[in-house]
């Protein structure tokens, strides 16, 4: 399977990636934690890309592009994955079809989860994420089920990113608008492109979520409590 989702941050794409990820196995391609392991483990990428994310601007393409040429040249690279936040911009997304390309593979479905903006302030400033697994959690809507405990990991480290504080997030959200958005044109072109509502509850989302990949892959992926 070769998932791709677009969404705005606080979209909860992230979220649904998990979900996918525990459920079916399918490998999550977060470009953000990879950013922010970089970050914390003072690697040269990282030490590039912190004063771009700091200030919620993109980090420049050709670090991005050679950043996935290098994920998908992984020895034993699975080929169930579901790309969260790459690409972000037209050139990426060009050198992610020919990356795609290169290896035989395509594209099989693109997905936005979409919401709108009051709710996204809303849902990325109360946003708390798992510094070991990066498992996004929220102060209201979505709690851990233990106080401070990653229900994923276990781990009791849960922070507040830097780029979701307020002040970041309106930056964030317009460098989206303006450098994200016309990739929905781009993947419709494709005719891979669908659009979930990301409004609605979490479960309720994921079940279109699967809806969606099960028609487009003709499969049967099965939401059933185990
Ligand atoms: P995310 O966790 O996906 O919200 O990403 C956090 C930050 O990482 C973004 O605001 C960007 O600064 C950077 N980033 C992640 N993915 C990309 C990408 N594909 N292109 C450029 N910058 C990215």
Redesign the pocket.
């Known amino acids: 399977m070769h998932i791709l989702f677009l969404g705005p ?1 606080g979209s909860g ?2 979220t649904q990636s998990k979900i996918l990820e525990n459920k079916f196995g399918i490998l999550q391609i ?7 392991k970089a970050i914390e483990n003072k690697t040269d990428l990282g030490n590039k ?1 912190k004063s ?10 050709n ?2 592009i050679e ?2 040429k290098e994920v998908f040249s992984q020895e034993n690279f699975t080929d169930n994955w579901l790309m ?6 037209l050139n ?1 997304a060009v050198a992610f079809d020919n990356l795609l390309s290169e290896l035989n593979k395509k594209l099989d479905v693109a997905i936005e989860v979409d919401v709108n903006k009051d709710l996204l302030i809303k849902r990325i400033t109360g946003r708390r994420i798992c510094r070991n697994c990066q498992a996004p959690y929220h102060i209201d809507f979505k709690k851990p089920k233990v106080d401070d405990i990653c229900d994923y990991c276990g781990s009791n480290d849960i922070y507040q ?1 830097n ?1 979701d504080k307020e002040e ?1 997030v309106l930056n ?1 959200l317009k ?1 989206y608008k303006e ?1 994200t958005l016309p990739l929905i044109d781009y993947y419709k072109k494709k005719n891979i492109y669908f659009k979930v509502d990301g409004s609605k509850n979490i479960d309720e989302i994921t079940s279109e979520i699967v809806t969606i990949i099960n028609k487009k892959l003709n499969i049967n992926l099965s939401l059933k409590m185990d």
């Open positions: 941050p794409k992230g977060s470009t953000g934690d990879i950013l922010r890309a771009f994310m700091d200030e919620g601007k993109l980090v420049p393409d670090l991005m950043l996935i969260d936040g790459f690409p972000r911009t990426q990113r780029d970041v964030r460098v450098q």
